[in-house]
């Protein structure tokens, strides 16, 4: 056997590379290589990013490298590198819209389709909610519209980034006796509108026992288990999240000072 591997030229092994190289290839799926883009790009858009607000300079220079500095000390931030640069984070958008026309019309949908009426002809817009978050206990939200879906999510996206807030997690049921941050610390309420939610600690392996747009929240915020209450109407999504992130604030107890 050693012999064989000896008579190996150097052009056979070269192809054995080869066909190495295009086997990994071919074992990346299509979602993993979009994946690998996008973080590519992020690095190369970190790369390229000139900041213009001083906080932004200061992380760039790696003065601050904790985001968690920033927020505690009040400032705002203006530039959606500071947060990328500091954060991995994924995002996910709401859905705040419906679908109309055909089929019965009225699906949920991530786009919020309106219309101006001008005398020529009528001027859609679209508007959807991004929510952004790190899994571990930082969280943002926003509204973002414009005149074709992409860049509305982009901007949506982007604000999202700009409003992050950071959320306390912990374990305080009663029957759960471990200290993972897998809860809510304790009961908290939020409210917006007529909305209110109420979110309750749970015990490890209860899971999100909450509206499906606040699942995609509380996930992207890194709580696995929680029970919650709502009241009034649900259905408006905006003020189910508004009120899902007041609650989600009150958990930080620098936040309420603000
Ligand atoms: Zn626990």
Redesign the pocket.
Known sequence: MVTIAKEKTAEEISEELLEKEIEKELVETREQRIEREKEEEKERSILSWVPKTKLGKEVKERKIKNIDDILSSGRKILEEQIVDSLLNLKSDLLSIGQSKGKFGGGKRRAWKQTQRKTKQKNVPTFSTMAVVGDENGHIGVSMGSAKETLPARDKAIRKAKLNIIKIIRG?A?FD?????P??VPFKVEGKSGSVRVILIPA??GTGLVVANELKKILKLAGIK?VYSKTFGYQRTTFNLVQACMDALKKTNTENRKQ
Do not use: G, K, R, V
């Open positions: 374990c049921s759960c006796a471990c200290s993972e897998h809860s015990p490890q288990d």
